[in-house]
């Protein structure tokens, strides 16, 4: 089992930012994909980013591409979000998922892949 908590969410203005943190417990080494994804009131829930987790490899969906940057701290087995010049078309309950296949690639943007998830935390970005 793997465990997911995140933090970090908050109020923010238009322009400002904000880092979430996704802290992973438990059997850490099935680990193969950790995401980030978010559901705005109304909506269907959106993949953000993506990375390996025991590499470098990243990808974004084009709606945060240039803006957000996901991050590992293998040491203290946390993934990170950092979001800069957020938009109010960013509020959203952020969610970070883990996946345990090892095939295939990183482009893991239905949630359905995903084997493990956190709580979520709320994001509000007014304008």
């Known amino acids: 089992q793997v465990q997911l908590v995140e933090s970090g969410g908050g109020l923010v203005q238009a322009g400002d930012s904000l880092s979430l943190s996704c802290a992973v417990s438990g059997r850490t080494a099935s680990i193969y994909v950790m995401g980030w994804f978010r559901q705005a009131p109304g909506k269907e829930r959106e993949f953000v980013a993506a990375m390996r987790w025991s590499g470098s490899t990243t990808y974004y969906a084009e709606s945060v591409k240039g803006r957000f940057a996901i991050s590992r701290d293998n040491a203290r087995n946390t993934v990170y979000l950092q979001m800069n010049s957020l938009k109010p078309e960013d509020t959203a309950v952020y969610y970070c998922?883990?996946?345990?296949?090892?095939?295939?690639?990183?482009?893991?943007?239905?949630?359905?892949?995903?084997?493990?998830w956190g709580q979520g935390t709320q994001v509000t970005v007014s304008s």
């Open positions: 998922a883990a996946d345990r296949d090892p095939s295939g690639s990183i482009r893991r943007v239905n949630g359905l892949q995903y084997d493990y």
